[in-house]
């Protein structure tokens, strides 16, 4: 299942996009949460502080920079780009996802 929350800034999205992934992985899904923010604090919102949050924020700022390579495909995104979260859940902050193909996370 994938699920895209998305609307107007401060209308809730990144909360309510915590709560979905904390509630999904606690009941045994394997939750992975994008977030594509050009304000990402998702991380925040899920309980991994403002130092993980920036760590994650500063490696997608290095791919846009091109200082750091694009992941090559899903697995390597979320294994280079991603980190453990509460509840069992993973979180990468990403800009976008180019030419995504199906399965794409």
């Known amino acids: 299942m994938k699920i895209a929350v998305v ?8 909360t309510t996009s915590a709560v979905l992934a904390r509630t999904m992985a606690r009941r045994g899904r394997a939750t992975l949460a994008l977030d ?3 304000n990402p604090n998702l991380g925040i919102s899920l309980g991994l502080g403002e ?10 700022d290095a791919v846009d920079t ?5 992941a090559s495909s899903p697995d390597e995104l979320v294994r280079r780009f991603g980190v453990d979260a509460p509840d069992g859940l993973r979180l990468a902050v990403v800009t976008a996802i180019q030419n995504p193909q199906p399965g794409c996370p």
Request: with cysteine; hydrophobic share 20%; proline share 0%.
């Open 7 to 14: 609307g107007k800034g401060g209308s809730g999205k990144t």
């Open 36 to 38: 594509c923010d050009s």
């Open 51 to 60: 130092e993980v949050t920036e760590r994650l924020v500063a490696l997608r």
């Open 66 to 70: 091109g200082e750091e390579d694009h």
